[in-house]
């Protein structure tokens, strides 16, 4: 082998290492500067969506409670087959067939 060959190698060498050791650098410095905010931000709205979810749900049955004398009557009266189709959207009212 000559030499040049041999400092061509080497030097290859050295570059794809400057190279990998720049991205661990580059990878360690977003780790500590990018990712803890990036995860505080995505759990804090996390949380928030997890509460709307919640609060959604709770005036969903509430209004469920409230109506459920006066629409459910007009659901079970159908047969089977409108109310899988025609009627699917008040499907709820399985739940409340046995205050009725």
Request: proline fraction near 3%; include cysteine.
């Amino acid at each position: 082998m000559s030499i040049v060959k041999a400092i061509d190698q080497t030097l290859t060498a050295g570059v794809f290492l400057a190279c990998l050791g720049g991205a661990a650098y580059l990878a360690s410095v977003a780790a500590v500067n990018v990712v803890p905010p990036v995860w505080e931000s995505w759990s804090r709205n996390w949380a928030r969506l997890e509460a709307n979810e919640a609060r959604g749900e709770r005036i969903r049955l509430a209004s469920q409670e409230d109506v459920f004398r006066e629409v459910c009557p007009i659901y079970l009266k159908q047969g089977m087959v409108a109310r899988y189709t025609s009627f699917a959207d008040m499907r709820w009212c399985e739940d409340y067939r046995d205050r009725m």
